[in-house]
């Protein structure tokens, strides 16, 4: 609106400096002199007038072809953001989800798979006596008693049997009440986790002892 003002003005300032510049002419015909002196006075002041309102009207087309860019890169920055945020998502992820039971995370690993570990071995300055001979195994120590697969509780299996905690011990009742009893020692290793190791090395502490019908 403003430039559209300034327009204005200098276009009624431009019909009344044409008006003036020819009326000189007719005024110095009839030999006024003071007149025209006058006229030329006025027609210098709209001329002064007529070139600030032609500057002003530069510096307001400069000012609105600077809010336009300053407008458009505004838009362009606003825009690089949006795109770099979205570029900043994290993807999403396709593949198949594992899913872990809460039992099969609290189980240990199975005993046999486990790396065996060895004592080092003693010096010659640490022999031990001939009359006093230590034999060191792997093996579960035996107990007085075999246990019984088929009749003992968990907290019995997981103190008898070497690498069986209370967990694996509770598996093996609810496999004995779902399956029913066991044949042998060696129907442990139906049981998830157990196995031919752990069954050797437990061997003399277990037994099956077949139900009457």
Same mark, same amino acid.
């Given at each position: ?6 327009? /204005? ?30 006229? $030329? ?19 307001? *087309? ?10 458009? #890169?505004? /838009? ?5 953001? !949006? ?14 989800? $594992? ?28 022999? *031990? ?10 093996? %579960? ?9 088929? *009749?003992? #509780? ?18 093996? $009742? ?10 042998? !020692? ?7 986790? !157990?196995? %031919?190791? *752990? !069954? ?14």
């Amino acid at each position: 609106m403003m430039v559209e003002g300034y327009r /204005y003005k200098a276009m009624v300032a431009s019909i009344a400096l044409a008006t003036i510049v020819s009326a000189p002419t007719v005024n110095a015909q009839a030999g006024d002199s003071e007149g025209m002196a006058n006229l $030329v006075i006025q027609v210098q002041e709209l001329q002064d007038e007529v070139r600030m309102l032609r500057g002003r009207l530069e510096e307001q *087309t400069t000012e609105l072809e600077n809010l336009k860019r300053r407008q458009r #890169d505004q /838009y362009l920055d606003l825009d690089r953001r !949006i795109s770099d945020m979205r570029n900043a998502q994290p993807v999403t992820s396709t593949g198949p989800v $594992v899913s872990t039971t809460p039992q099969q995370a609290a189980e240990p690993a199975p005993a046999e798979d486990a790396p065996e570990v060895r004592a080092p071995m003693q010096s010659q300055s640490e022999v *031990t006596p001939i009359d006093q001979p230590v034999v060191q195994s792997q093996a %579960a120590p035996v107990s007085a008693d075999p246990i019984d697969i088929n *009749t003992a #509780d968990a907290a019995t299996l997981a103190s008898a049997i070497n690498g069986v905690g209370e967990k694996k011990a509770a598996t093996i $009742v609810e496999y004995r009440n779902t399956h029913g009893p066991f044949a042998s !020692i060696d129907d442990l290793a139906s049981i998830k986790g !157990i196995g %031919a190791a *752990t !069954i050797d090395r437990n061997r003399d502490n277990l037994t099956v002892v077949t139900p009457s019908r």
